[in-house]
């Protein structure tokens, strides 16, 4: 997988996935770590005293800076080759295409399995294959046939349905005099079609037989064509919306953007194509936007760009071939020669593209299929996507540049709403814009609402409009304006996702835990732990969800963003009744009842055996509560804010066993001067915290 995407990140969630199929065993990022150590230590045994595979988040990237890798250097000789060919130097070409073959050893990847390695595999063949019918047409222009015949007859009897062989084989076999042998192809190929495909020959070999069997006097000689005039004048299309006003930060993202664009323009490399990819909100289009006008004076061909996302809520997303249809005619071809068919517009498209260096940037994807067609298959140019999604096809198949935002550093995020409503504003009441661009979760799009809400009234004080936000029950009523709805940002997400992943986000809005682990989840869809996390990984996904870290047993943890938890608890309430949304905190807050249990007793060295098959609590498996008998202050420690948080909600819903349970195990035991805000535990347990202490600081640090 490294050396299939070269200089570009893979991630161990790709490795994983390349190398197990779908399933993985419990230990396979541990697997990967090992066999990457072992990779490192034999290149070190070879000679090679620098890196060659670098940690990178989120996984590892393979860096060529001084090293030689066949497959890039047979598709730099093979572009090569084809501009020769368009500038018919066709000695040229056919010396670089050979040049190109001669590095085949053999198959590619040979020995090597999984789905993902035998569909590179395949393109890898079929380019090898594609590169040969190329030489061997130029050699036939230049008049070589006598030298290409054995090649092709060995390509012929591999690969008898490839009809672009065989139409090359009988012409060089036509053209040395070897008519019959030429009409025997010709029968065999046929034979072989029907039987098999139960097909005709195709036109163009259909056409070359009777030509042959006409002695057609145009077969003798190669009768060159000089290039097809364009019937309409070249344009330079230059589509890019108007920069971002008061564009602020993202300099690291910035940063790796620059380095899809070469500083030798001359120099052929692989198709450059870079993915931005973050929750909604975040600046994705405006960073690419940005950048992209930033760098146009490296497109002298042009700039297209489309829009793929929904305008509207209820929209379906827009269609490659519309977007095909629309680059073609900004290309200049005129509406009367673009096909109908879909991949005649493609083979258009991207021959239009050939030779040209255009930046293309395709904003708001929602799936690769979306964007598949669109990608150009000459090296030139550069293709630049935002999507929420993370679109692995595209990491996969092109090797694109992973670039992902999140909400702004928080230097940046006052800065922004200071270039909005003016610095000055900003300074004298500081602490009230950072309290407010927290509310906005520091998401561009929300100070952007938040800060334009101040500039048209500028009689509004920075406060004021805090207190609006601070409510959660209407945060998203004041960051929603006409033209920009918070809500319709997240409904897209939401609305692209299976039915179980939408019930459990849903329900894990109703959790005011400032995050959780997986099994939280499991408990709140009262389902097993492991398809839950499948649930978890498309939220993530989705960017409706964030992975927080891993705690100290090992567990991975997840968060919301908190517009993202407020619009997932606003459609808990719409499509969830109160007796569903009761009993799915109720088995959450059991869960975290048992398990605190169960880590105290093992902290006293004292935990309860566990039957096979069986876990109290019920939403959590043996492997967790294995990992609290070794590690119970560890599990105490990271689900403290967690827990606490759990007793404070349970009591104001009522569920006073669990809130008092919770608040004693979180005590250790029982002590007069300890207290939760909301708890109502058996006397002797204060109410209400000390004045002025928060009721987190009520509970002892430890533990």
Known sequence: MLLLHPSNVVSVDALVEAVWNGRPPATARTQVAICIAALRKRFKTEGCDDEVILTAHPGYVLALDHHYLDVTEFERLVAEAQDAVRQQRLTDAATLYEEALGLWQGPALAGVAGTQIEDEIQRLEELRLATYDSFVEVQLELGHHREIIPGLVSVVRDHPLRERSRHALMLAQYRVGRRAEAMETFREGREQSVEGLGLEPGPELQELHTAILQDDPGLVTP?????????????????????????????????????????????????????????????????????????????????????????????????????????????????????????????????????????????????????????????????????????????????????????????????????????????????????????????????????????????????????????????LDELSVAGTQIRSAFALSYRALPSDAALLYRRLGLLEAPDFAAWVGAALLDRDPAGTEKLIDQLIGAQLLAVAGFDGTGEPRYRFRTLSRLYAKELAHQHESVRDRRAALSRAFDGWRALAEYARQAERGEPEPLVEGAVPGGPADAALYGRLARLPSDWLHAERQALISVIDQAARHGMDRVSDALTLLMLGRPRPEACVTGSRPPHPLRLDPPRGRPAAECLPRTG
């Open 223 to 475: 009768a060159p064509q000089a290039p097809k005039a364009p019937s309409a004048e070249r344009r330079t299309p230059m589509e890019l919306p108007a920069d971002v006003p008061d564009f602020v930060g993202h300099g690291p993202q910035l940063a790796a953007l620059r380095r899809l664009v070469g500083d030798d323009e001359d120099v052929r490399t692989p198709l450059s194509i870079g993915l931005v990819t973050g929750p909604a909100g975040a600046g994705k289009s405006g960073l690419a936007i940005h950048w992209a006008h930033r760098v146009a004076e490296h497109f002298p061909d042009g700039l297209l760009y489309a829009d793929l996302g929904l305008q509207q809520e209820h929209q379906e997303p827009t269609t490659a071939d519309a977007v095909l249809g629309r680059f073609l005619s900004s290309l200049g071809i005129p509406a009367t020669e673009i096909p109908t068919e879909p991949a005649e517009r493609v083979a258009l498209y991207r021959s239009v593209l050939a030779g040209r260096r255009v930046l293309i940037v395709l904003d708001n994807a929602q799936a690769f299929d979306q964007i598949r067609t669109l990608i150009p298959g000459g090296s030139r140019c550069c293709v630049l996507v935002t999507s929420r999604g993370e679109l692995e096809q595209l990491l996969i198949r092109h090797g694109a540049v992973r670039i992902g935002v999140d909400a702004l550093p928080l230097r940046e995020a006052v800065s922004l709403l200071g270039r909005v409503i003016g610095e000055a504003r900003v300074d004298a009441a500081r602490q009230d814009a950072v309290q407010l661009v927290e509310l906005c979760d520091r998401l561009p799009l929300t100070i952007r609402v938040a800060a334009a809400r101040l500039a048209a009234k500028p009689h509004w004080p920075i406060g004021y409009l805090v207190d609006r936000l601070s409510p959660e029950q209407s945060r």
